[in-house]
């Protein structure tokens, strides 16, 4: 599964379509790598099925948006032990040249995501519980 294809360039060369997934946050770039798999013969990049391509905020999107057979990977424990992510992730700067020269500000909200969120508060649960276990020995 490539969670973050943009236009599934990093997909190219894969041979088997039956177990490549491709999600990405743009649906341009869905409707991008539709057109590549209608097109495979002329274009020859797309080997890809089109019920495994979709819209997908890997950051921020549920797993109850994934399509069902991927999510049926997902869900199973020894499936998902197969599964491999490719991912090659856009970044995003905060700064510009505006910032840089004193007459702009940095983008806002850059590095809040529910992933975030929720590990913050794995990782605050987890020290409790350590912290906890540690006084009471």
Not at 40 to 63: C, I, P, R, W, Y
Not at 75 to 87: M, Q, S
């Amino acid at each position: 599964w490539d969670c973050c294809a943009g236009t599934g360039n990093l997909l190219a060369g894969l041979t088997n379509k039956y177990q490549i997934w491709a999600s990405t946050l743009d649906q341009a770039d869905v409707d991008v790598i539709h057109d590549r798999i209608a097109n495979m013969e002329k274009v020859g990049t797309a080997n890809l099925l089109d019920s495994h391509v979709f819209q997908f905020d890997f950051l921020n999107d549920s797993f109850d948006k994934l399509p069902p057979g991927l999510k049926d990977i997902i869900t199973n424990e020894e499936r998902r032990k197969k599964l491999i992510v490719y991912i090659n992730p856009p970044c995003a700067e905060a700064s510009n040249a505006r910032t840089v020269t004193g007459t702009g500000s940095n983008r806002k909200g850059l590095a809040y995501t529910s992933t975030k969120t929720s590990t913050r508060k794995n990782l605050e649960e987890q020290a409790m519980r350590y912290s906890h276990n540690s006084l009471q020995e």
